[in-house]
């Protein structure tokens, strides 16, 4: 594929897509960042072909948010008078909710397309320096239509393959946050809550793969999570009451010492596991 | 090394020890295992030397117990009189209290020594088949000397080094216990608590690397575990609170949309992580 892209915000996920539009497709990338060093070390790695402008947004085939959920709806909705109606906006927010009860809006107000998009990928550590063209191998890349055309969905679908994605799935922005809350905002504070337990800072010597899973992404970016999570409360809260109420039950079997209740807790949990082949 | 050992035992714990011995050691290895067709399969690999009788035990150098906790007082108590003062006599249990109240006291009686040692290495399968040579590569050994000598304590420091373990711990059995309940014991409650989310059967297409770190080891043995956890309950219920209190206090800040609180919260978890250079 050879197409004009400009990706607004080159950290993790900017800076990935960057790359790895350099290394599987044709493509042309210009970068836009508030940060000139980051540009710069964009331009010199050649994750970018040039330091992108208001010309380069005019002439986009293809337009990425990669900021934080109110960056991008900030920076669309300064900018929208310079998108041509053939430049496909999309986005690469952890929640949508929130950014497809704005940006639609703005799309249709100004005539061009918008698809939410979110790419499964991640990585304990953030910024551009973290960046990896091979962040979305296998990975799945959901879709969020808001009401764009099929061809544009299509289109988001076929630059997914050809990144390396493993897969693409399009939802609805509630069931896509719904699905968010449980499979990536609860474990991120899991691993917060987790790790503040008196014990975990003489764990070494007394751990192994299940602490290490458990507290990885405790390395959190409070600012982008923070906003992530609220934008996402009602979700999340449903999911930390579930949470807390199936750890209270295995508690009271655990205190009470009663075998049998806790056996049946577990097995509950194991069954889950083994029938979705895990 | 060039000793004569007895595996109790051929679960994914003791078959990946007597594999150990044989890739990594000269010692020579007996198996004992109540299923005939574990034993066949030790045999036919070459994970053991032999099928263990009494005369075994007799002439053992060192006897490794890697059964159920019960299960191991049970084995010594109806096999210590054939068990010689020479003898090392060591568990690989995940819980030490419960079994430092029993074991030290048979020893003693009997005149063997007895050290408490628990592999932090595991995986979410379990059994025979699972089991593997590599599995304590890296992984650290803690010993629980209930009272033996130092030197029985180093010769096990020498076979963890000889075996490929990553490095050795000494401690109590009550700092063993709290610290497991934290490190392993807590993360095993958690993944089937978090896969029991009505989400979780649809979560495909959905989930990266955050979902199957922490339901990881959902697929658990609820015999075994619910033996360990209720043999610990005092120090599992306390980490259960902990982290159930924890959970309550992001869940307010999530619920009241109290941004500031919740980036306080997470700025801890982030900062206990990276003092820990993790």
Do not use: E, F, K, M
């Given at each position: 594929m050879n197409k004009k892209i400009v990706i607004v915000g080159l950290g993790l996920i900017g800076g990935s897509l960057a790359k790895a539009f350099q290394k599987y497709s044709e493509c042309?990338?210009?970068?836009?960042?508030?940060?000139?060093?980051?540009?710069?070390?964009?331009?010199?790695?050649?994750?970018?072909d040039k330091i992108g402008g208001d010309e380069d947004i005019r002439s986009a085939d293809l337009l990425y948010l990669c900021l934080y959920p109110q960056a991008d709806i900030d920076f669309i909705a300064s900018h929208a008078h310079l998108i041509p109606p053939s430049c496909l906006v999309t986005d690469t927010c952890g929640i949508k909710s929130e950014i497809c009860a704005h940006l639609p809006l703005l799309a249709k107000k100004h005539g061009f397309p918008f698809v939410g998009g979110h790419p499964m990928a991640g990585k304990e550590q953030s910024g551009f320096a973290a960046s990896d063209a091979d962040l979305f191998?296998?990975?799945?890349?959901?879709?969020?239509?808001?009401?764009?055309s099929q061809s544009a969905v299509d289109l988001l679908k076929a630059i997914a393959v050809e990144l390396g994605f493993g897969g693409t799935v399009v939802t609805t922005p509630e069931h896509h946050d719904q699905m968010i809350a449980f499979t990536s905002q609860l474990p991120h504070v899991l691993a917060c809550a987790y790790v503040m337990s008196p014990r975990c800072p003489e764990h070494n010597g007394f751990s192994a793969g299940s602490y290490r899973d458990v507290s990885r992404v405790a390395n959190i970016n409070e600012q982008l999570w923070a906003e992530l999570f609220i934008d996402n409360r009602r979700a999340l809260s449903e999911e930390l009451d579930t949470l807390i109420t199936n750890l209270t039950d295995m508690k009271e079997a655990v205190t009470k010492g009663d075998a049998e209740a806790l056996r049946g807790l577990l097995r509950t949990g194991r069954l889950i596991k083994e029938r979705l082949g895990e």
């Open positions: 042309t990338v210009a970068g836009i960042d508030r940060n000139p060093d980051t540009l710069q070390a964009a331009l010199d790695c050649g994750a970018i191998l296998d990975a799945s890349y959901i879709i969020v239509p808001c009401g764009a």
